[in-house]
């Protein structure tokens, strides 16, 4: 069998693997019946369990990692399909049972599905030129696994995870200059999923790596927009780095970006380091010329730069409005935020006062900022 007819034949099984999973979950929930003969025959589990005979051939069997589920559904169907128990006591035990086995299977099925998909895409990802239909395929494959790492913390997963070496494969990728644009940006979704998904394991592992500066460097929406989730779940440790790599001047620098999502998504990054940052990163991201970019970005000609609704982001950036109040906003960032001491930010909304002075127009322009950031405003 070649290559390629070998993906097909997985690509069969995988569907029939998770047809057999959703109709496994029926089992598990009503076991009463499968366990009656003429509903067994008709049963969804009964057709999925015969697509997965039909597409697998001998890969069931052959697949050492897949003798456990064998046995399980050997297990169920010897089971079902015994005489029925005379008692009620016993047929209640046979239903517990059949539930418990058909959770497991769903279980195992899981975890053959990880495991078949990870390696799929770890290979993909350190493939020097995948064909065209694999590049689609991979983008496919990152999407399921940010989709599976969304639904929260599962040790199965997280153990396919390590085992597959996935996290260096999504790094490998996103720094390597021959990787499509498109594949890069995907890749950094896919890190901040894998951080996200859990903190304890994979923080260490990112921030000992080279992503972090490429994020910073690659200075796309979806780097920043990764970057900016990256400085909300890591927080001071982060943005320390950022600040030790010289990567804050770079991240302000991106606010006079001409393409406006990379604009917000600095915007969100600043704010972000307003609130996690100690004083040595705002500090520096001040010096940078932050207040200064964030005063011409929040004038009317580019405030309402999108139109439309007002939904809110990560740190009230308005996704209609983004750049409205920009300047009191990172004020009130520095106010409330963690990372200063009190007397630290009192000296720091002084500073965010003087430069906003500076930078305004004219003086009906430095009355009004002022009293944004001295007041606040309910107008963003």
């Known amino acids: 069998m070649s ?19 959703v109709a496994s979950k029926g089992i598990e929930t009503n076991p009463g019946a499968f366990a009656d003969e003429s509903s067994r025959r008709t049963s969804p589990f009964a057709n999925a369990l015969l697509a997965l005979h039909t597409a697998a051939g001998d890969l069931l069997s052959g697949d050492p990692r897949l003798s456990t589920l064998s046995l399980l559904l050997s297990r169920l169907q010897s089971l079902a399909s015994s005489c029925p128990p005379s008692s009620l006591r016993r047929r209640r035990s046979v239903r517990r049972e059949i539930s418990h086995l058909a959770a497991s299977i769903a279980s195992e099925i899981e975890s053959w599905i990880h495991r078949e998909s990870l390696d799929r895409l770890v290979s993909l990802l350190l ?87 490429c994020l910073v460097a690659m200075g796309s929406a979806a780097s920043l927009r990764a970057l900016a989730g990256l400085i909300v779940a890591i927080r001071s440790p982060l943005i320390d780095v950022l600040l030790a790599d010289g990567e804050i001047l770079k991240i ?39 207040v200064e970019r964030l005063m011409d970005l929040q004038r009317p000609e580019l405030a309402g730069g999108w139109g439309g609704g007002m939904e809110k ?27 200063l001491r009190q007397r630290e930010k009192r000296g720091f909304k002084l500073e965010l006062l003087r430069r906003a002075r500076e930078a305004a127009a004219d003086e009906a322009e430095a009355a009004t900022v002022a009293g944004e950031i001295l007041w606040g405003t309910t107008s963003w």
């Open 3 to 21: 290559g390629g007819e070998a993906a097909e034949v997985k690509e069969e099984v995988l569907r029939a693997l998770e047809a057999l999973k």
């Open 127 to 213: 493939s020097p030129s995948p064909p065209a239909a694999d590049k689609e395929g991979l983008l496919r494959l990152l999407l399921s696994l940010e989709s599976r790492l969304s639904h929260g913390f599962d040790f199965g997963l997280q153990d396919a995870i390590l085992r597959s070496g996935a996290l260096p494969a999504v790094e490998a990728a996103l720094v390597s200059p021959s990787s499509p644009e498109p594949l890069r940006d995907r890749c950094a979704v896919a890190l901040l999923a894998l951080v996200r998904f859990n903190k304890d394991v994979f923080v260490g592992k990112v921030m000992a790596g080279p992503a972090i500066g």
């Open 252 to 290: 302000v620098a991106y606010l006079a970006s001409p393409d406006l999502d990379v604009r917000v998504n600095a915007l969100d990054c600043v704010l972000g380091i307003a609130y996690y940052g100690r004083k040595e990163a705002v500090d520096g991201m001040m010096e940078a010329g932050a």
């Open 313 to 339: 982001g990560s740190f009230g950036v308005f996704e209609g409005r983004p750049f409205v109040g920009a300047v009191a906003r990172l004020a009130v960032g520095v106010e409330v935020g963690e990372g």
